[in-house]
């Protein structure tokens, strides 16, 4: 059953990169239906009674006691995720996938047309229908618990609030500082750049960071992402923009380091329920982590700035290493969160988080959104959006259900400032390896620490391994005081 | 259950086209797996005993006769299909397909290493459960009769006999003539073709054909192959040499022949069994049609000749619309099935064909099979294969199990060329029409008369209900005699 289950994942997997990356439109209803039924043949399997009786059995202490780390791990995952769906009716689960379709349909066309009202109605069903999930999961406290867990195993609002209220006053008071200080060069990025050179640049990237080029693949898309389809096959895709050449460099090397990620699971992992990541967090830890730790140092464009100019020889004439380098760490509040910068995301994110807590508790009702959005972007950030498409509606998330997902994000850059606190003590020579080019160092400390695990561990036991301490927010605090004041001489 | 058997159908579809174009080396053998898994089930569901029931039930002629027309032909096939295979243990299902997949990887390595004899063992295994398969599906008169039937089905033995060898003495006393007269230039094709911009030219060229770019996409694989995922979405591959741009041209003109047939396949029999091609004869005809009969006429480079000259200027300057067409048009015995020409091509299918019954029937053992080819290749075409890797190893088929199949190439050149003539009755400015780049309307017959119909008539009902009668080899015949006669003035 495992197995099956695990088969039928790999194959969802693909029929998902598949429908991202050039589906034919008229052939997508058809395979939407086809990936229903296997869908809801997986979900079937997952909270059968066989499944149930299964799990119990293993979870006999006596039994429990005498299985291998893999297989106790997975019980834990599995049983976690049976406990919570058990009491889903596969019914109202069809009928949840089938709105989470039609939902995203709706939002595509309001967001193209600036039209939050042709939206609402299919956004308050699925609140709707999260609110009822949360009462068959079952939760303590705050609702909104039942849904974080989906994507961060364990965490509660109560530990989130803190971290999130910390983070935020030390940012603000960050960025105030930085808005009097003298700015970067924006003319730079301000050009065209080949899309074709682009691609030339990633292909030539990605497998210098130690991406595995034959356990993987590089495709376009228009919404960005990796996927670990098998713990041989972890695909990423990106996207290009003339006018943008930092999206698909930033992009890439964040998609790259979710790759590396699963491309590091020990492989005996695959076929089990624990081959992917521990969670959403760490996950997007690994991501922000070789973006920003490592893609957004000095010590990467030291390296790589001279090959960046044999590409683009006419963009970069007269641009200085350094000027570059202040440029692409450019600190500036903008309406869209996939491209804030690395101080200001967190806002970002924050906003979305207090609005689902308020969307799921009750507090806040969804036809107010595009108001109370407004009105945080403007106390966070002090900016407000001309028109809802670049506000409210930029975000697929919704559309499909995922609430609890926004918070990870942050998450993950909390984790990655922890992780890198520990990875530059135990590896004196950090910058050192990546000014020299030599990024498998880094990439095998990570897959001897991180990587190899999956799911073996919980998000929290992770993090207490790895760094020996809980989550806080101390080190992306300090990470972004060091950084900053050193770019903008504060 | 019909509805299931459909979606997995669509699906694997998806995981064969994936593994066609693309997927990462190291996550092939986890895929393999996964797509084992979910083949086995639809096979289980084609064969149990629950399909067995639902079929007596509809089969019933009080029953059927009130059924729709769908209904009828898809029980029609799908009880074919479950008389054919219920006998066949769903282990014997599971070895055959580990056996075959681990033949196709034999096959490849002895293929580059020129080593028949590390094929042999696989081969033999092959043969040997191909045999024990045509017990299981029960046959009349020559074993063969059980294979060819998977293909196309309801014919014999007895009936391709004479329609091969008609084919075959009037094709070499044809080619014979040929031979002795004067030849086209050869130069033209002996330059390199920039791979980009073939490229380009395909993506000119394929709409104007009457491909929906819509409801599928093109993309390069190493064994070039058009597959329906589903009614919307048709997908087209191909390859590209730089010396060799008639590869290209030509093969993505086949595929493109094929894509037309399954994009217009009545939309209403999405979700049945009759969802796509009436054979694989019927199917072969149609990309035969469109490459040979359209792609390789006159009149269709009298309309694109300019165009391709504007993609070409300097490989194609100073040759003549009449030297490139006399050139596309070069009749010459060469090693390799894919790469022959329209006349000596059948003759490369004829000694598959007997090969392959005397491989079922025992009267030839796979041992002897490099030297039984290389004496039929100086029987039929004069010449010897100075490997084996240009010689019996070529194909993948066997490989594969894929017994059976060859002779749907050369029958769908029959078909191709009887459907021709009736198609020049019907519309008299057949040719008008492609000189003048209405494509639509040569599409939109094939559309009524052939692709709406997908599996709704026997291949042999349908090729009589197009053209009143049984096929016969006639028509290629004076086919062939009447395009070759003028091209080399015989």
Redesign the interface.
Known sequence: MD??I???T??LG??NW?ART??????????A???G??STEMFELSVSKKMGEHLETLSDPEVYEQLDDITKASVRVRKHAYEKSKNIPSKVHNEYVVLASNSNDAWEEARTNNDFSHFLPFLEKVVEMKKKFTEYYGYEDHPYNALLDDFEPGLTVDEVDPLFADLRRNSLDLLQRIQKAEQPRKDIFEQEFDIETQKKFNRFLVPKLGY??????LDETTHPFATG???????ITTRYDRNNVRMAIFGTIHETGHALYEQGVNSDY?GTVIRRGASYGIHESQSRFLENMVGRSESFWKFFYGDLKTFFPKQLNGVSEKEFYRAINLVEPSMIRVEADELTYNMHIMIRYEIEKGLISGEIAAKDLPDVWNKKMQEYLGITPPTDTVGVLQDVHWSQGSFGYFPSYSLGNLYAAQILNTVKKEMPDFYGNIENGDFMTIRNWLKENIHQYGKLYTPNQLIKKVTGEELNAKYLVDYFEEKYSKIYGL
Do not use: C, Q, W
């Open positions: 197995e099956k695990s088969h039928y790999n194959i693909l029929l598949d050039g589906a034919p439109k008229k052939g997508r209803p058809i395979f239906k086809a990936k039924t296997l595995d080029m034959e356990a993987g693949r389809i098998n713990t041989g096959d972890v695909r695959e």
